[in-house]
């Protein structure tokens, strides 16, 4: 049965609320925006046709209260919600209380939700349907000693993690038998803290993977497509920082394959909407099933990009009850799209998060970009929220192109006035290593001396102190004219390189 959507309400914010409010107008969507106390200078508080203040208070209080949020989609007479990512994007008991209020839930059902959302319960589903998935424990006995015993039968190196995890949290790689005590419990508590659940799972740690992740769509009517691939596997604390598409670890044999592997996941599961199949590339070419995303994804927009969709509309279409507009043979991966997430971080400091005020973001005009940014000149980024300031893509017909202009276009996306990653993202971009395609998770690790910013020691300035002052000291006893540079690194050239 397909109905109309007219009004839909974004039960998120930033940037993503904002990329589904363009799609939504572009369709002749009217639009419903949802903003805090703090966030009233912020573009989405006003983006939507009408906004509604959550008021202030914990996030429980905010964007995670179900009960209110579906109060003011009813009230202002929205037919559907958006949950973005994050926040109530992956609870089923929320999309099951939308649907029960009478409203369209843009996303799949709360039963796929249950059973995908969960780490656990979704390794052993996957398991039946014939995906491989790493080898580790993902039963209900949760006593420390039989937890032991299982990662000794899986062999050491193990990683313990949340069931209900997600952004990273909860999850332990435990080396050595004397640490698995206390890095159980460590995860247990942080999985308890971001999840309210300590349910844990342990896997076989791979240690040279790559993050291979495949987009899948799939309609009411039975019809499953797959988006093809982007990898992921630059990342920081287990969290994505660059994402690219096509894979240049992926043949078109191994395509074949992934690709299989996802639809044989979704129609095996009768999914419906936007989802992510989150795969395991080990160096011999075996992959295995990671978890699965019920949602539209931070990185959607490098698919978008090589595919030429609109991945937003497509959920919109698919919730409508439409019948996804193409066949399997119709979709191209053309070109390469990369992304880069710009964090206020500090990446010179263990990646921690930073707040302050946002003086400049600034614009670029390098062609086939797009910034996906949550925030104006003038806003303030706190920590009651996500420090993901903006996304940054760009296209190029080859990979080298779409990291040139990426590169190029970072030049100009300032963010002055806070610590962020940018210089970070463009130290990365740079590395031959990273144009060589040897994008492991462990990159940002690997490369953590050639990452660093080049800030010289002690001992490296008094040698270029002292060398200066030779240089001049020579210079002028040479009768020439002293070395005209008021700066030591300026004038040693060769010395900066080091
Ligand atoms: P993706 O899986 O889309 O690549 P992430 O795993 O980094 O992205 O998570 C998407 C966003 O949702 C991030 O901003 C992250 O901080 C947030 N997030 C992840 N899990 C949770 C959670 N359980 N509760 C709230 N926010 C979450
Ligand atoms: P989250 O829900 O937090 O996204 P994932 O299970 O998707 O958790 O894992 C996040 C990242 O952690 C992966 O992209 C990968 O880099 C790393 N990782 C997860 N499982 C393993 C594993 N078994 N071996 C090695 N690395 C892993
Ligand atoms: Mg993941």
């Known amino acids: 049965m397909t109905k109309k959507i007219n009004k839909i309400l974004i039960a998120n914010r930033g940037e993503i609320a904002l990329r589904v409010i363009q799609t939504a107008h572009e369709m002749g969507i009217k639009t419903v925006t949802l903003y805090t106390d703090e966030e009233i200078n912020l573009p989405h508080a006003s983006a939507g046709d009408e906004s509604f203040n959550l008021g202030s208070g914990a996030l429980k209080d905010t964007y995670l209260n179900q009960e209110k949020i579906i109060g003011i989609a009813q009230s202002c007479g929205a037919d559907a919600v958006h949950p973005g990512y994050g926040f109530l994007s992956e609870k089923s008991s929320f999309a099951k209380k939308v649907r029960e209020a009478g409203l369209i839930f843009i996303g799949p059902s709360p039963e796929s939700i249950d059973l995908m959302g969960d780490k656990k319960t979704s390794k052993t589903k996957i398991q039946e349907l014939g995906v491989p998935s790493i080898p580790g424990y993902h039963g209900d006995n949760q006593e420390i000693s039989f937890l032991m015993k299982e990662a000794k039968k899986i062999g050491l190196p193990v990683l313990i993690k949340a069931s209900a995890g997600g952004g990273g949290k909860g999850m332990r790689i435990v080396y050595d038998e004397s640490e698995f005590q206390s890095a159980l419990e460590g995860a247990k508590r942080e999985a308890l803290n971001a999840f309210g659940d300590e349910t844990v799972l342990l896997e076989k740690y791979i240690t040279s993977p790559r993050h291979i992740e495949i987009q899948v769509m799939s ?187 990426l590169n190029l276009a970072l030049n100009d996306i300032l963010f002055l006035g806070l610590k962020t990653n940018r210089d970070y993202l463009k130290r990365i971009l740079t590395l031959p290593e990273f144009h060589n395609g040897e994008t492991y998770t462990h990159f940002v690790k690997t490369y953590e001396d050639k990452l660093q910013k080049k800030t010289p020691s002690k001992e490296q300035t008094a040698m270029a102190v002292a060398a200066f002052l030779l240089k001049k000291n020579q210079s002028s006893s040479n009768g020439q004219s002293a070395v005209k540079a008021n700066n030591v690194w300026e004038s040693l050239s060769g010395f900066r390189n080091i």
């Open 219 to 405: 309609d009411q009517h039975g019809n499953h497509f797959h988006l093809f691939e982007r990898e992921c596997s630059i990342q920081r604390r287990y969290q994505k920082i660059i994402e690219e598409s096509p894979s240049p670890a992926v043949t078109p044999e191994l395509r074949k394959k992934m690709t299989e592997a996802a639809i044989k996941i979704t129609s095996g599961i009768n999914y419906e909407g936007a989802g992510t199949i989150e795969l395991i590339l080990d160096t011999d070419g075996s992959f295995y099933f990671l978890e699965m995303n019920t949602r539209l994804q931070v990185e959607h927009p490098v698919t978008e990009m090589v595919t030429g969709l609109d991945l937003v509309r497509l959920q919109i279409t698919v919730a409508q009850g439409d019948k996804l507009p193409f066949t399997q043979n119709d979709l191209k991966q053309r070109g390469h799209a990369i992304e880069v997430r710009i964090y206020a971080e500090d990446p010179d400091n263990e990646f921690l998060p930073s707040i302050g005020l946002i003086k400049k973001i600034g614009k670029t005009t390098v062609r086939d970009t797009r910034l996906d940014c949550g925030y104006i000149d003038g806003n303030a980024v706190t920590i009651s929220f996500d420090p993901m300031l903006a996304k940054l893509i760009s296209w190029g017909e080859s990979r080298e192109v779409a990291a040139r202009k």
